[in-house]
């Protein structure tokens, strides 16, 4: 089943078509990747579904769970289940990240017509998925994203990813600026929370974070547009051959 | 009839209604010569520069009057005012339509010295400890001359040296009136050396017409003291709110305060410090919230006369509607002032096209060896946090009161005296519709110690 479905999206920003046509279908339970040079859109992409002001849908349509995502403010887009793990998470000072995701969670839940968790369930599982991530729980009573290191960061994604349960989380090279030990953890903390009722998208510039995540299918994005389909050793391939073997026109158009 | 003859009919009558409770003469010479001062005055409009966005001129056409006899404080007043204490021992000084309430009083220790000013004119307290505040005016401000001719009465407050006075101390400056009035306390706090106290001054106000609130708190604090003094006003309606603060800082003395302003019809803080000695140090933090209706102007001047002192103002707004919200800092530092560190910052969160700040850094420095520096912002809300917040599920609602309350929860934390940070941030949270948030703290430490 269909949890994303994109077709022909065209996309502006500050005047410039960025997605010339993009084309891409995720099933609920899946892993993609999409791979593709700095500068090509991807980072567009995941902002257009998460619902970021200030992009020009030109033409095409999202469904996303069967719904018209266009339509959708993104708060209602995270509450139909939709999550994404900024490539550079912001810096909140004033508001501890318990406050903000029992906000989250709370207005979530009531969305989905759950009770509101109280504060001793709440912080049960708040411990429980900082535990995932290996963040101390002491983080729940610092300010959000706050003097955090880049990997402490991008771990606080991945917590946010777990407590909030999506249907689909797009990670936003999530890998971008981490070495080696800190991508384990967010790789470890992603596959812990595959399931066959959440979907992936993970957005990366390297092939590297697929050694860890294993991915059902690899887009390559090239210039607004997805160009390639395969599977894991499409990013081995390109790894190997460069982005210059795209330049240079020798992959096969889909 | 303009409000300056009606004051100048009324106090010429009455005046020596107002002066019979003195025998002192020096008090009632002392009164007439700020009478005199006030009416050359008058009422300040906007071509005087320090009342430049602040145009009082509107009194003219309140016909007000005086009020002196002593006003009942009702207990439901008083009850609802100090909820927030949750019967933690406190000092509480209740001051209605300008009288003490001395029946309502409750005195937390034997420490602490009060009196009414009255007594203390008479028992020799000095005009010349009083007319030294005459110095932070210069004929800018005719309200502390207004006050100085007509306060009705007022706390006579000393800490005694050596004296930690760790217990809360609460001034309630109470108004009740079915008809319009001007009502004025004069109050004097000094604190001897080596002590230390924290005060809060709690403005409320029960009429159903319109009052003017014209007080002054007059504060010395002695060698090596410190004082917190918090100021409350919310949610006051009917009530023209001039509060006048004039600190004289020691040597190695710090004076630290918090004024709070939310949602209230018509606020103007005169807040005047001096440095009379070396190594002082001020702390200026304050917030308001207007919404349309509301007015308030924070008039700050600091007075680095000796060297080696600093001084730190922090304020910052959230304006909505057709709020409108004014701030001064005046800063001087004298030529032989060295080693001065000042610094300045007003923050402005402006929520509608509508809602008017006027900011206004003053510094005027003459001496050569100091640190410096000012700013002023009046923006919107970051729209990047804003989207971040949301991308989680928050509500636009919700995701604009969390980045509020954290816009202004900096200066939230500096107050000292836990109950009434508790109270401000719960009253916040209440503002912003955030209470179930405000309690997610407390519980969050709960569970951490089980």
């Known amino acids: 089943m269909n949890v994303l479905k994109i077709e022909n999206l065209k996309v502006k920003v500050n005047g410039n078509l960025i997605l010339k046509g993009l084309n891409l279908s995720v099933n609920l339970g899946e892993i993609h990747a999409i791979m593709g040079p700095n500068g090509t859109g991807k980072s567009t992409l995941a902002n257009v579904l998460a619902g970021k002001p200030g992009y020009e849908i030109i033409d095409g349509s999202i469904e996303f769970d069967g719904k018209n995502l266009l339509e959708m403010e993104p708060e209602e887009r995270a509450r139909e289940g939709l999550f994404m793990a900024f490539q550079y998470p ?48 002491s983080f729940l009573n610092r300010n959000v994203n706050e003097g955090f290191s880049g990997g402490e960061k991008k771990r606080n994604e991945i917590f946010q990813l777990a407590l909030l349960d999506p249907k689909l989380a797009i990670l936003d090279e999530t890998d971008s600026g981490l070495d080696i030990d800190a991508i384990k953890v967010v790789a470890n903390g992603v596959n812990a929370l595959r399931t066959e009722n959440r979907s992936f998208l993970i957005i990366t510039h390297y092939q590297r974070i697929l050694n860890y995540i294993v991915p059902d299918f690899v887009h390559i994005m090239y210039d607004g547009q997805i160009v390639t389909t395969g599977d894991k050793s ?8 460069g982005y210059d073997w795209l330049k240079n026109g020798n992959s096969n158009k889909n | 009839m303009s409000l300056i003859n009606k004051i100048d009919e009324l106090l010429h009558s009455e005046f020596n209604i107002l002066s019979s409770s003195f025998s002192n003469k020096e008090i009632i010479e002392f009164r007439r010569n700020n009478l005199e001062k006030f009416l050359k005055l008058g009422i300040p409009t906007f071509k005087n520069e320090d009342w430049k966005y602040t145009n009082m001129t509107f009194l003219n056409d309140i016909p007000f009057s005086f009020s002196f006899e002593r006003p009942q404080l009702t207990q439901i007043v008083a009850d609802s005012v100090l909820s927030f204490l949750n019967g933690s021992p406190s000092t509480i000084l209740p001051i209605f339509n300008g009288k003490f309430i001395e029946g309502s009083a409750v005195l937390a220790s034997d420490n602490l010295l009060v009196t009414t000013i009255n007594s203390a004119f008479e028992n020799g307290l000095s005009k010349e400890a009083i007319d030294d505040y005459n110095k932070f005016y210069n004929n800018s401000n005719p309200f502390i001359y207004l006050n100085f001719a007509m306060f009705t009465e007022g706390l006579y407050i000393t800490v005694p040296s050596n004296t930690n006075f760790v217990q809360p101390i609460i001034i309630i400056l109470g108004y009740s009136s079915e008809t319009p009035f001007i009502s004025s306390s004069f109050n004097f706090i000094k604190l001897e050396e080596n002590s230390s106290a924290n005060i809060t001054v709690i403005f409320v106000n029960e009429s159903n017409s319109k009052v003017l609130g014209n007080e002054t708190l007059n504060i010395n604090v002695g060698k090596n003291s410190n004082l917190e003094l918090n100021i409350l006003q919310t949610d006051l309606k009917n009530l023209i709110t001039v ?23 018509f606020v103007r803080n005169n807040l005047n410090i001096a440095f009379e000695g070396q190594y002082g140090s001020v702390k200026l933090n304050g917030i308001y919230f ?39 800092g005046k800063i001087y530092v004298e030529r032989d002032a060295q080693k001065t560190n000042a610094y300045q910052s007003n923050k402005n969160i402006l929520l509608s096209d509508e809602a008017r700040i006027h900011t206004r850094p003053q510094l005027e420095i003459y001496a050569d060896d100091v640190k410096c520096t000012h700013g002023a912002t009046a923006g919107y809300l970051d729209q990047d946090m804003l989207f971040y917040l949301k991308s989680r599920g928050v509500s636009h609602i919700k995701a604009k009161s969390l980045l509020l309350n954290s816009f202004v929860s900096e200066n939230i934390e500096k107050i000292k005296f836990n109950e009434l940070r508790d109270f401000i941030k719960q009253k916040l949270a209440e503002k912003l519709n955030l209470q179930d948030i405000f309690f997610c703290d407390s519980i969050l430490n709960v569970s951490k110690d089980s």
Not at chain 1, 95 to 107: D, G, P, Q, S
Not at chain 1, 110 to 132: H, I, N, S, T, V
Not at chain 2, 257 to 263: G, R
Not at chain 2, 298 to 312: E, F, G, Q, R, V
């Open chain 2, 243 to 265: 509060n006048n603060v004039n600190v004289q800082l020691s040597q190695n003395s710090s004076f630290d305060s918090n004024t709070i302003t939310l949602h209230s019809e």
């Open chain 1, 90 to 137: 912001i810096e909140i000072p004033g508001v501890t990240n318990a406050n903000f995701m029992k906000t989250a969670v709370n207005e979530i839940r009531k969305f989905r017509g759950l009770e509101p968790l109280d504060a001793y369930d709440f912080l049960q599982l708040m411990r429980e998925k900082a535990q995932l991530v290996g963040l101390d729980p």
């Open chain 2, 290 to 328: 207007v919404d349309t209706g509301n007015f308030v102007d924070n008039h700050t001047l600091i007075m680095h006369d000796n060297p080696n002192c600093i001084s730190d103002e922090n304020f910052r707004g959230i304006l909505e509607g057709r709020g409108k919200a004014v701030f001064t």
């Open chain 1, 234 to 241: 499409l990013a081995y391939e390109l790894e190997a051959k």
